[in-house]
């Protein structure tokens, strides 16, 4: 069953600005994983939140999580061309399992 | 080079027809797992394996099998083949499951078309 829900679904912006996904979930998570397709291919890890963590950065990623509202946010700083893909994000569940949701589709306009 | 590999990357092919995709990882990863990407529904799982021998149905299980033999191979084998299994298929890898183990690495993809 999907728990995992990104919002939104699509979201284009100007090179340079910043871009916010959200993912909502509805049970309880060891963490949240968020990971980035390019069109058609593999998806490459991100980062993960551990559910006793409020926010994480990698780069120019910066992540948070809210446990009371069961949601997290993926904000990409500084856009560039190369970041235009769908984004994921997976809720590790307790029985260990990802859930995945369907993803957000970015894209950059130079 | 560490990496999932898969086998095809492309297949089209008619409605009972058995074909296996093969998945192979040179990582020593101890759990293995396939998915199916269609538009609008993200990843569904199909079958995972924690360990050699030890494999278990995710999401999205008929009209699949699937076998662990070694630790390294995860062929996904579909007996009968039916135009609604046309889908993009992912295999993937992790270290363990729980936590930082189980971040995810990814094949390349199989785009498969029944007709």
């Known amino acids: 069953s999907q728990q995992g829900e990104e919002d939104p679904q699509a979201l284009s912006i100007q090179e340079g600005e910043n871009a916010t996904m959200n993912c909502s979930y509805k049970?309880?998570?060891?963490?949240l994983q968020w990971y980035r397709q390019n069109s058609g291919r593999g998806l490459v890890h991100l980062i993960l939140?551990?559910?006793n963590e409020r926010e994480k950065h990698s780069g120019r990623l910066r992540v948070t999580l809210d446990t009371s509202k069961k949601s997290s946010s993926l904000l990409i700083t500084a856009s560039r061309a190369a970041d235009t893909a769908s984004y994921f994000c997976?809720?590790?569940?307790?029985?260990?399992?990802?859930?995945w949701g369907a993803g957000t589709k970015l894209i950059i306009k130079p | 080079e560490a990496q999932v590999t898969q086998n095809p990357r492309y297949l089209i092919t008619v409605t009972g027809k058995k074909l296996t995709v093969t998945c192979s990882q040179n990582?020593?990863?101890?759990?293995m797992s396939w998915y199916r990407q269609d538009p609008g529904l993200g990843l569904r799982q199909i079958y995972y394996?924690?360990?050699?021998?030890?494999?278990d149905k995710g999401d999205v299980p008929e009209g699949y099998k699937v076998s662990r033999k070694e630790k390294r191979n995860f062929p996904l084998i579909l007996e009968s083949p039916s135009p609604n299994q046309t889908s993009l298929y992912f295999c993937?890898?992790?270290?363990?499951?729980?936590?930082?183990?189980?971040?995810?690495?990814f094949g390349p993809g199989t785009r498969l078309t029944v007709l």
């Open positions: 993937a890898s992790s270290l363990s499951w729980g936590g930082r183990a189980n971040e995810q690495f």
């Open positions: 990582m020593n990863h101890e759990y």
């Open positions: 394996s924690m360990n050699v021998e030890v494999t």
């Open positions: 049970t309880s998570i060891n963490n």
């Open positions: 939140i551990r559910s």
């Open positions: 997976a809720c590790e569940d307790s029985n260990y399992q990802l859930i």
